[in-house]
Every structure is written in C-alpha cells, then in structure tokens.
C-alpha cells in the first residue's frame, strides 16, 4: 500500500513511454466523455451502468453529479488501494474528477444554450431529436472510454472494482472468465441505480454488449499512432 501514489510511483509513472502523448489522450478522452454523457442525459434514454447510479444517488442525496461522483471515488479508490492497487496512475485521477465536473459542466452550459422548446426538465422533448443524438453521441462516448483505458495510465476506480473481485474468485475457481465478473459488477450497479430511482435505458443494455469489443479495436488502432508498450 505504502508503494500506491509516493514520489517513486509517480516518477515512474511519467517516465513511461510516450508519456506526455499518453496523458494528452487520457485527458481529452475522459472530457469527451462528459461531454458525450451531457447529451446521452438529454436523450434520457440510459447512460452507462456508473453514471446511471451516480446521478439515481446524486439526486436522491441532493448533491451535484460531479461533486457526488468525486466522493465516491475516493472511497472506492481507498477499496482499491487496500485490496489490490493495480494498475493506478495519472489516468484515474483524471476519470475520478473530470468525468463528473465535466458533465455537470455540460449539461450547465446546455441547459443555458439550448432553447426552452427544445429541452423541458433536462430532456429533449422530441422523440426525433433524441434518436438522432443518441447514436452519435453513443459511439463517440464508447469511442472515448475505449481511448482512456487503452492509453493505459490507470483505470478509474470503479474498473478496477471487478479485477479485485475477479482475482478473488479465481483462488476459488480459476476458470471463470472476468467479463461474467465484470457483467455482474454492472448488474449489481444497475440494481443499485433502480432503488435509488435510475432509469434503465437502452443504452445501459447497449455499453454491456458493445464496449468491450470497441475497447479492443481502439487498442488495435491506437498501436499504429502511438507506441504504448512498455
């Protein structure tokens, strides 16, 4: 534990290759995913499983999404550390703060741009509109989630969640595959969202089945840009 965020850590951190590039992406990735979840919130046809259940909590709680969302990282990246400090560097500080704060950023800023026709109570009000926004707005958040953990500067807390449990459980049965892990993880954060009064959306059905490919053809890609090896 005492290894997990000292100066020799974040020494090495930076000192990995094509660091600068590296944390550039990180940094634009998890923005644009704030900025992609603002409009997937206008939609109000699902987020995914993460911010479907902070913003079902934040509002029950009363609290800002982005200011929710940072204390819960915290204490997830405290779960973390404790019981199995992985794979955590300059990325999820970025994820742990700028996804929430951006989203509550965006969807300020569009609740003041947007016209008052258009968006009632933070949605749209058309049907149309919505489904023409939902699809890019998908893709390019899908895209942008696959970005930041492909870049590999550590994941957010709540990814590292299912790897901890996953390690758990192969003591006991090392057979079983992490997505059936990772899977249940969601479905566990998505009972969590409907009590506190979430909606289940399409989309939330959507990220289970289509970002884990996405996260592999990004990674692909991505080698031919920038060489992330170590």
């Not at 699902?46 to 934040?58: E, F, K, R, V």
């Not at 953990?149 to 079983?176: C, E, Q, R």
């Amino acid at each position: 534990m005492s290894a997990i965020f000292t100066k020799d850590f974040f020494t090495h951190m930076y000192r990995r290759k094509n660091f600068v590039p590296r944390l550039l992406l990180v940094l634009f990735a998890v923005i644009l995913m704030g900025f992609c979840l603002s409009w997937l919130v206008l939609c109000d046809m699902g987020t995914d499983p993460c911010t479907m259940m902070n913003l079902a909590i934040s509002d029950k709680l009363g609290m800002a999404i982005g200011d929710w969302q940072a204390l819960m990282n915290i204490v997830l990246l405290i779960f973390v550390i404790i019981f199995g400090g992985r794979n955590l560097g300059f990325g999820t500080l970025a994820n742990m703060f700028l996804v929430g704060y951006s989203l509550q950023f965006f969807s300020w800023l569009w609740g003041i741009v947007l016209p008052a026709g258009v968006v009632t109570d933070g949605v749209f009000t058309s049907m149309t509109v919505r489904i023409c926004v939902l699809f890019p707005s998908l893709i390019c958040f899908i895209f942008a989630a696959a970005l930041y953990m492909d870049v590999d500067l550590g994941t957010a807390p709540y990814d590292a969640v299912p790897y901890i449990i996953w390690n758990a459980l192969k003591k006991k049965a090392s057979s079983i595959p992490f997505r059936f892990v990772r899977m249940g993880f969601d479905i566990f954060v998505v009972i969590i969202a409907l009590i506190f009064g979430g909606k289940l959306g399409v989309v939330t059905v959507l990220m289970a089945f289509v970002l884990g490919p996405v996260i592999e053809f990004v990674g692909t890609m991505l080698q031919k840009v920038i060489e992330i090896d170590e």
